[in-house]
């Protein structure tokens, strides 16, 4: 198995509320057959219903609607602090819940979280120690480890 | 906010047997402070404790340790059908559980599931329609809506 992710999809209860909402911070996807594919870097983030994902993946949902942690979070790394204000403010004006407001992180960066209107949750992080490529994409640093 | 996704973390229940089943599948990452990071494309993919990226995520967890379908499922596809097989085989002999046995699907590709330790899903599959960049990227096709 490679090394690599090709698609991250989140199962939506409302799929027209949850494209709104992305497409609010900017992010332009195509529709085909109910689901929405966004092309994001290499790989492709999917909004689907989540009763559909949960069926065409073999599995039950008897926490469907809970709202509950979801146990992952997506990190959307930028290149200056001020863009995690920024993007933290965008967010709460597309309708996010803002979880842990902007501050220092402990790794000497700053970052903040929200949540979709799924309850999904995005880190928006100025990490120094991550350098992004010119494109955006993320080598990770050699951890000495 | 770019149309990209940094970072792919999971909240796990035991990093060590995380991190070896995702060895067992070939994978090769770096631990640091407990968290261990996976160079997966452009992107990272993470595993840390699940009740650490709750508590830093800003949001309570009452379904911790529930193994309740988590909303959401990663993809990882390939280039045969053929290699469906291979990857669930030896993902199932990693210790997963295969959701959904390997099967044509209704867009004429082929692809199974399986979960992780953790109930986290991964659909393996071969989609004609989603070609593969030569890097293993996915670049979406243009689905003239």
């Known amino acids: 198995m490679e090394q690599r ?3 991250v999809t989140l199962g939506v209860t409302d799929l027209a509320r949850s494209t709104a909402f992305y497409e609010r911070l900017g992010w332009r996807g195509q529709e085909s057959d109910a689901t929405v594919f966004f092309q994001a870097g290499g790989s492709a983030f999917v909004l689907w219903g989540r009763d559909k994902l949960a069926a065409d993946s073999g599995v039950a949902d008897p926490a469907a609607g809970s709202g509950a942690f979801a146990g992952f979070t ?8 001020a863009e995690v204000d920024t993007i933290l403010a965008a967010a709460a004006e597309a309708g996010a819940t803002v979880t842990r407001p902007a501050a220092e992180t402990f790794y000497g960066g700053y970052a903040g979280c929200f949540a979709d209107p799924d309850g999904y949750l995005w880190e928006i992080a100025h990490n120094p ?3 992004l490529n010119e494109d955006g994409s993320l080598t990770l640093p050699d951890f000495g480890a």
């Open 5 to 7: 992710i090709t698609l």
């Open 74 to 81: 997506l990190a959307h790394n930028v290149r200056t602090p």
């Open 129 to 131: 120690g991550f350098q």
